[in-house]
């Protein structure tokens, strides 16, 4: 198995906050529909993600693509940090996460990804809302959510301004993910709405959120 390690270590552009791509390792990082700069957060370099205030579209293609990938089978595993914005509304969960099997043009993806504030709350059914997968475009959360309740979400510890290490494993029509040294799953999806498909990756957030993404891993199988 060869792992393809990528470090944000290089510099960027032009500006704290862009539409030119961010330089990760020879990759690149493409904003889509986000704003990108190149950051030092606890020692670290990191990626900086914010997703324009105007774009109120929820589970869309809001993410910073990694350039020259092509991923079908294999695992991705991602250190990420997230935080709430000032402008972030009542509803904001700090939502950041994955998009793999990115069409080329963006129409379609998969993805998982958190919400921090829920891992914690006090409220347990927010608490069972701390992970979700998605499918762009058919099948958002709240599709997902009415049609097949808690099939598609489930609990893990996590909070907001911490380090989190989400590491998914996908293979054929199956995906699970790992949160942080947790050596069971927690959250397993059996029928990626897809199918048999390969794309892109992309390092994905949402409204309200500020996101920030360090070290970066995938191996392909």
Request: charged share 25%; aromatic share 10%; no cysteine.
């Amino acid at each position: 198995m060869k792992a393809t390690v990528f470090v944000l270590v290089a510099t960027i552009i032009a500006g704290a906050a862009t539409a030119q791509p961010v330089k990760l390792g020879k990759y690149e990082l493409q904003p889509i529909g986000v704003e990108l700069s190149l950051e030092k957060l606890q020692g670290r370099d990191v990626a900086r993600v914010v997703k324009p205030v105007e774009n109120t579209n929820a589970d869309a293609p809001t993410f910073a693509k990694l350039a020259g990938v092509d991923f079908m089978n294999g695992v991705i595993e991602v250190k990420l940090l997230s935080r709430l914005l000032k402008t972030a509304s009542e509803g904001a969960r700090g939502f950041i996460g994955v998009a793999f099997r990115i069409a080329e043009d963006n129409s379609k993806f998969e993805s998982i990804y958190i919400r921090p504030t829920n891992g914690r709350a006090e409220d347990q059914i927010r608490r069972n809302h701390s992970t979700q997968y998605f499918s762009y475009p058919d099948f958002p959360f709240d599709r997902l959510r009415k049609e097949a309740p808690e099939k598609y979400e489930s609990y893990a510890d996590m909070g907001l301004d911490e380090w989190i290490t989400l590491r998914i494993e996908v293979k054929d029509m199956q995906a699970k993910l790992f949160v942080n040294d947790a050596k069971q799953p927690t959250l397993i999806v059996n029928d990626l709405k897809h199918g048999l498909s390969s794309g892109g990756v992309g390092l994905w957030l949402d409204n309200g959120t500020e996101a920030f993404f360090g070290e970066v891993i995938i191996q392909k199988r």
